[in-house]
């Protein structure tokens, strides 16, 4: 379990007044509002990511924007409210790369550790095969690419930075 504090509501998020109550489940403390009754549970953000390998190289994106601004990335994204992991790995790959996914299966599910924009948020990663088509990316990033993997460029966050190990290890 990551030791990370969620953010502390002081006031109700839907009624404005003070949260001075405390309600005891499951032996956890959790706020509510004894107005509207709204009970504070805390949650971490969710994100699908692609494995999109070819023969000896695989696809991935260069950040336009900070955290990890020019390194390199596997396409991924935020899962929205309400959207299944791979319908938001679907959409994500076909806005960042123009490519479709047609097959993909769940590798693994992380827990990011260094996203201060969502801290401990979980990355659905799959591996996946896609469409025949022109790259093409989005603003998010600068660049897109298929890579060496026995020799990628820099890779900022410390999952990807992971699962391009796995990749070298051909362990997924
Ligand atoms: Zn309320």
């Known amino acids: 379990m990551l030791k990370i504090k969620p953010p502390n509501y ?57 955290p990890y601004e020019d390194t390199w990335m596997f396409p991924a994204g935020f899962v929205e409210y309400g959207e299944h992991p791979f319908d938001a790995l679907k959409r994500e790959i076909k806005e960042e790369t123009n490519l479709s ?30 469409s025949k088509g022109k790259l093409k990316t989005d603003k998010e990033n600068k660049g897109i690419a298929w890579v060496d993997i026995k020799n990628p460029p820099k890779i900022g966050w410390k999952i990807h930075k992971h699962i391009m ?8």
């Open 10 to 66: 002081i006031f109700c998020p839907f009624c404005n007044k003070k949260l001075s109550n405390i309600k005891e489940e499951d032996s956890r403390k959790r706020k509510f509002c004894r107005f509207c009754q709204w009970t504070y549970y805390p949650h971490v953000a969710v994100g699908a990511a692609a494995i999109i390998v070819k023969g000896k190289k695989v696809l991935m994106v260069q950040r336009a924007t900070e």
């Open 101 to 130: 996914i047609k097959k993909a299966r769940l590798i693994e599910i992380f827990q990011s550790q260094d996203d201060i924009r969502s801290p401990g948020h979980f990355i659905f990663f799959y591996k996946a095969t896609v």
């Open 165 to 172: 190990r796995l990749l070298q290890q051909k362990l997924i």
